[in-house]
C-alpha cells in the first residue's frame, strides 16, 4: 500500500472483475508508450484537421480561429498578464483567468514570436486536451481497471470534447485538473485533490462543484448507520475533519480572486453576475430540467444535431449518476455524486444555455462518468478480441460524429459573431478590453 493512502481508497479489487488486482495498478510504464502515443497523436490530428478545414473555408489564417467563441475574451486577459484584468476589464470579469494565464505561457515560450495569440489559444487547448488522456490512463490503472479502452472512449467517444478541445476553450485545462483530481483523491492524496481543485476552479468556475463530490467521498466511509441524535452524534465524531477542511481551498481561491478584482475593476458585482451580458436572460437557478425540457418542446424539430447531444449529454450523465449508486462500491460513490452535483447544477440555470450547451457546461462530468460506465459494466463481456471489435469502431463513429459537429459549430461561430478586429490584433500585445454593456446600449431597441 502507498504511504499515507486511504484504506477505503485502496480496498482490492473492484466488484470482483478480471484485472482489478494491485498488477494493473499504478503509473505509467514502457509498454504504454506506444497506445499512448497513438491515441495523441490521432487528437492533435483531429484537432489540426478540425482547425484547418473551417479556417479554410472560412478564408482566415490557421491561428485566427483561436479568437473565436469566447477566445478573443481570454486573449485579451492574456496579454494583460503579469496582474490579469484591469480597470476596463469588467466585462471580461465573467472569464476565469487560469486558461489566460496557459495562453500567455504558451506564447512566452515559443521561440521568435512565430506562433500569434490566436495560435497560442489553440495550443493552450490542445496540450491539456492530450495530457488529460495520458492523466485518465492513469487514473484507470489507480481505479484497477486495463486503460486502453475506457481511455479510447474518453478522448474519441464525447463529440463536443472534440469541439471544445480543438478550439479556444477553457474546457480542456479543467478536464486535465479534474482528472488529476480525481488521480489525486484514489491516491489518497487528499491536499493534492483541493490543490488541482483550486487551479480548476480559477480555470473554470464550476470545478468549485466537484469539491462537494470529493467531501462525500471522503465521508461515506465514517457514516454511523442508524437514526436519531445518536447516530448523528457518532457520524459528526468519525468524520475526517482534518481532511474535509482541506477542501475550503477552492472556495478561497474563488473569493481571493473575487477579492481581487473587486479592488482593480470599478463597478465588478462578483463572478455569478459577471456573466450577464452574454445570457438571454438574467443568470439564475430555476427547477432543474425545467428550463431544458422547456427548450426542447419549443425547438425538438430544429437543429437536430445540437439536440440530439444535448439529449445524449443528459441521458448519459443521469444514468451514470444513478449506476454508480446501484449495487456498486462505496469507494466509487463519489463518482456519481461527481457526475450528479455537476448535472444538476447546469440543468438548474436558467434560460436557453440548460439545454442548448449542457454538453459544453457539463463537461467536467465527463471523465467521472466513463469511469462509472466502466466500472460497472466492464468483466467478461467486455475483456479481450471481444471488446476491442465493439469500443473501438464505437469510438471512431463518434468521432467521425465530432468531425462533423465540430464544423457545423465553428461554421456557426464564424458566422454569428464578428471578430475582426481581434483578428486585426492577433500580433499586438497590448490589452484591448471592450465595454460591452456601453455597445449594447448604444443599439437601437
Known sequence: MRPGAEKHLDSAGVDGGPGTTDEVRGGLRRADAAPLLAIVAVQIALFAWTIGTASERGLIPFGGLGVYYDGSFYIEIAKSFPLPYGPDALDYTSHAPGYALLIRAVKSVTPGGWVDWGMAALLASWIPAVLASVAFWVLCREVGLEPLLPTLVFAFANPRWLQLAAT????????????????????????????????????????????????????VPHLVSGVGARAVAATLRA???????????????????????????????????????????????????????????????????????????????????????????????????????????????????????????????????VLVFWLRFRG????????????????????????????????????AQDKSESLSRLRSDEPHFVNFRAERERQPR
Open 168 to 219: 479556444a476553450h477553457s474546457a480542456s485545462p479543467a478536464v486535465l485538473l479534474a482528472v488529476l483530481a480525481l488521480l489525486a483523491y484514489y491516491r489518497g492524496q487528499v491536499g493534492r485533490t483541493a490543490l488541482w481543485l483550486s487551479l480548476g476552479t480559477l480555470a473554470r468556475y464550476p470545478t468549485l462543484l466537484s469539491t462537494a463530490a470529493i467531501g462525500f467521498g471522503l465521508a
Open 239 to 369: 468524520l475526517p475533519w482534518r481532511k474535509l477542511s482541506l477542501l475550503t481551498a477552492p472556495a478561497v481561491a474563488l473569493a481571493a480572486l473575487n477579492l481581487y478584482l473587486y479592488a482593480i475593476v470599478p463597478d465588478f458585482p462578483g463572478v455569478w453576475a459577471a456573466h450577464a451580458p452574454f445570457w438571454d436572460t438574467p443568470l439564475g437557478l430555476t427547477v432543474p430540467f425545467s428550463a431544458a425540457f422547456e427548450e426542447f418542446s419549443k425547438h425538438w424539430n430544429r437543429a437536430a444535431g445540437q439536440v440530439l447531444l444535448s439529449l445524449g449529454s443528459l441521458v448519459v450523465y443521469a444514468a451514470a449518476t444513478l449506476l454508480a449508486f446501484w449495487r456498486s462500491e462505496r469507494r466509487h460513490w463519489m463518482l456519481g455524486a461527481w457526475v450528479g452535483v455537476v448535472l444538476l447544477f447546469h440543468s438548474s440555470l436558467s434560460g436557453t444555455h440548460s439545454f442548448w450547451e449542457i454538453s459544453r457546461l457539463a463537461i467536467l462530468a465527463w471523465p467521472a462518468a
Open 380 to 415: 467478461r463481456r467486455l475483456v479481450g478480441l471481444r471488446a476491442h471489435l465493439a469500443v473501438v469502431p464505437a469510438c471512431a463513429a463518434l468521432a467521425a460524429c465530432g468531425l462533423w459537429f465540430a464544423q457545423h459549430n465553428i461554421g456557426w461561430a464564424m458566422l
